[in-house]
């Protein structure tokens, strides 16, 4: 008997021994902010902004929607694409440039804090800890709507089978 519902493998892709779930993050792509600190009875007390937290569970309820209950043991391949609008100010000619990727966004957030943003956020969730995570490929990208596209590949881990009736003591 096995503790995950029988279609806990739905939207899973097998990929050359290794598989592959895809999820999306609506919205314009965030990058992890810097911890900050505060003075609290006279200590120093580290905390991460409020908008990078809800930001980080966004995330993690995007992956739970679509895969919940899958999670990946090591090695893992880390994939994110993150869509910017266009912005309106730019002439048609650029515009059409940007459509066809040759020109690309040169925003912020950086690359490397988006990327970290989605690692954390998928911490014990995609995987246990995103120190597992070997090889990254992140891209900026125009396209509409403003969004993040993430790939995570990896073995997943074994499931847990459930025995009844069974007592360990």
């Known amino acids: 008997y096995s503790a995950r519902p029988a279609n806990h493998r739905a939207g899973i892709v097998k990929e050359d021994s290794m598989e592959r779930v895809i999820f999306e993050v609506p919205g314009k792509p965030q990058g992890k902010g810097r911890p900050r600190a505060s003075v609290v009875g006279g200590h120093a007390r580290m905390y991460t902004p409020a908008g990078t937290a809800s930001y980080e569970n966004k995330i993690m309820l995007c992956y739970q929607q679509r895969h919940a209950g899958v999670r990946f043991a090591p090695?893992?391949?880390?994939?994110?694409?993150?869509?910017?609008?266009?912005?309106?100010?730019?002439?048609?000619?650029k515009a059409a440039l940007c459509s066809q990727n040759i020109l690309r966004p040169t925003c912020k957030p950086d690359m490397d804090n988006i990327v970290k943003a989605?690692?954390?956020a998928l911490n014990g969730v995609a995987y246990r800890d995103d120190s597992a995570i070997v090889e990254l490929?992140?891209?900026?990208?125009?396209?509409?709507?403003?969004?993040?596209?993430?790939?995570?590949?990896?073995?997943?881990?074994p499931e847990e089978e459930v025995v009844e009736g069974l007592h360990h003591g």
């Open 118 to 120: 989605v690692a954390d």
């Open 75 to 93: 090695p893992i391949v880390l994939e994110v694409d993150a869509y910017f609008a266009i912005p309106k100010s730019y002439p048609k000619k």
């Open 137 to 157: 490929r992140v891209a900026k990208r125009y396209g509409s709507p403003e969004r993040l596209v993430v790939r995570v590949s990896g073995d997943l881990e």
